[in-house]
């Protein structure tokens, strides 16, 4: 008997406060934010960050490679749900950053799904993790299923799973992995950073079958 099983959605590359708005009224749990992050137009300056967190209290994540102490602490006036990392963060950092969090700001780690993904580095300070399907993959391409599975053994903490998602193979994802939830962005907007809500209204209807379909089943 299973449950507890309920997939969490995490929408990704948030740019515009209707957008967050649009989501918070679809309770959508986590709305991710990318804050100066070079190579991604779903990148905002930090006071475009601060006023979208504002229209999502408690939901807000913030997306962040190599960041210096003074972006974090500006961040964390909003009392974000959690720091994602991507960038080259050393577990030493993270350790250190988390004696700057409020306790209920949590650290996310970022790692691709790759042989040479190494989750254990991070077993002590990541309270999640965050595994993406690498951008050299192609979305045509098989899902990595095998090795994403194998990662999440290794984490030892909960999962969400990331890259080229959407409303046309989440379902499978799901079904497959099990994962504590998803995380997507482009494979739920209009444009790079525009969410499209028709396309996350079919991604929740998915993950609300699958919750329908694990409860009662072991």
Known sequence: MDEK?????KVCGVTRLEDATALVARNVPYIGVIVEVEG????????????????????????????DAALVRV??????????????????FLVELRALLPKRTEIWKALPVVPEAVPERYAEVADRFVLERP?????????????????????????????????KNVFEVVRCLRPYGVDMASGVEEAPGIKDMQAIDEVL??????????????
């Open 205 to 218: 209807v998915a993950l609300s079958a699958q919750k329908v379909l694990f409860v009662g089943h072991s």
């Open 40 to 67: 991604t137009p779903r990148s905002v300056e930090r006071s475009k960050a601060l006023a979208i967190a504002a229209c999502a209290p408690r939901r807000t994540v913030f997306v962040l490679s190599n960041p």
């Open 135 to 167: 951008k050299t993959v192609s979305r045509a391409g098989p899902f990595p299923f095998a090795l994403t599975l194998a990662l999440m053994k290794r984490a030892s903490r909960p999962v969400l799973v990331a890259g080229c998602l959407g409303p």
């Open 5 to 9: 099983f309920s997939p969490k959605l």
């Open 75 to 92: 961040l964390l006036e909003s009392a974000p749900v959690a720091l994602q990392f991507h960038g080259r963060e050393e577990p030493e």
